[in-house]
């Protein structure tokens, strides 16, 4: 047995002893996972598929070897009882462009975000006022991050396509994911005025398109095809904030955002207390009770679950709602008559 398997566990030994359960005990399905952070987010995508014939199991590639990423979940095991649930990356993008590529969107045992991470699906926008909600107590709508992510994907997305092509052709080495990352940073950011930042955004990113462009004056028909390509995949200008590097979108962008909108919202609650208590002794005591009730903004967006109306996560559940309608082996062997 080849050393990745032994290391780890196979759809076959999962079958075999799926088939020593009685008929009436439920399947279980392992589902591989890339770290820890993705057990919820797959959980979440998952347990609506249970029910009195199946469970999943949401687990990393080993338990006897502490292994994590994409390569370590794409085994050569995988089969009915053994999925693998991955960040598409750039690999949905590509196109089956590379060898991962191909193995991600070929398989018919992998399942993948579609947005870039599970990260990108966190942040979708109409979530994050519920987040803020759930960080500081307040419901004030002071931002709008819907329209603010739709004018940030609209400013990135020219030089978004230059990324994809530089991937798509082996050219990253010119731009690479670090580079984009670097670029499209909003950097300073206020609450009330936050047009500067996009202002400031879109210059950075005319500035490296020109760049590009000098770099390859003979790239425009190409760079038209993948614009194509890819808004053939779902990407468009309103929405390439999902499709983006995940930890970057979430930590540089995403998350400086949301501390300043909260810090914000903390205020007007803790002016409110200031404002309406009748003593001294009574806003120590509410204030106490609220800081205390505060939530960080990281742990909430990783537990939020708002996302699930996100198209890219409803793309998931369609590809797994039809892996489950296939005629299953297993299901037929342990019903078939005895002879």
């Known amino acids: 047995m080849p050393k990745k398997l032994r290391d780890s566990i196979s759809s076959s030994y999962i079958d075999a002893a ?35 014939k199946r469970y999943f199991e949401v687990m990393l590639p080993s338990h006897k070897r502490l292994e994590r990423g994409k390569k370590a979940v794409l085994v050569d095991g995988l089969g009915e009882s053994l999925i693998a649930c991955v960040d598409a990356d750039y690999d949905y993008l590509l196109q ?26 966190q942040c979708y ?28 994907s609209e400013a990135i997305f020219p030089l978004f396509i230059w990324s994809v092509w530089a991937y798509r052709t082996g050219n990253y ?8 990352a670097r670029i499209i940073d909003p950097g300073g950011f206020n609450v009330f005025n936050p047009q500067y930042s996009i202002d400031h955004l879109r ?23 993948v614009k194509e390509d890819i808004k053939a995949l779902g990407v468009t200008p309103q929405t390439t904030y999902l499709y983006v590097q995940g930890h970057s979108l979430f930590d540089n962008v995403i998350v400086p955002i ?32 609220y800081e205390h009730s505060l939530q960080d903004i990281r742990q909430m967006l990783k ?8 198209p890219e ?11 489950l309608a296939q005629p299953s082996t297993l299901n037929s062997e342990r019903t078939s008559p005895e002879t």
Not at 97 to 117: G, R
Not at 173 to 180: I, V
Not at 313 to 322: G, K, M, Y
């Open 303 to 310: 537990k939020n679950l708002g996302y699930m109306q996100c």
């Open 96 to 121: 089956g462009a590379t060898p991962q590529s191909k193995k991600m969107l070929e398989s018919p045992y992998v399942f993948h975000s579609y947005a870039y991470a599970i990260e990108n699906i």
């Open 18 to 52: 799926n088939r020593l359960k009685s008929k009436t005990a439920r399947r279980r399905i392992v589902a591989y996972v890339e770290s820890y952070d993705d057990i919820l987010f797959w959980r979440s995508v998952l347990s609506r598929f249970e029910n009195d």
């Open 173 to 180: 080495r010119d731009f690479t994911l670090t580079d984009l």
């Open 203 to 225: 210059h950075k990113v005319a500035t490296k398109v020109r760049q590009l462009q000098a770099l390859y004056p003979d790239n425009k028909e190409q760079y038209l095809k």
């Open 258 to 289: 949301m501390s300043k909108v909260c810090n914000r919202l903390r205020m007007e609650r803790q002016e409110e207390i200031t404002r309406t208590a009748r003593h001294h002794t009574q806003r120590r005591n509410e204030m106490s009770c």
């Open 313 to 323: 996560f409803q793309h998931i559940q369609l590809d797994v709602e039809r892996f």
């Open 125 to 152: 926008a109409p979530s994050l006022h519920e987040v803020c909600v759930m960080v500081t107590l307040n419901d004030h709508r002071i931002f709008d991050f819907e329209d603010y992510l739709q004018r940030y």
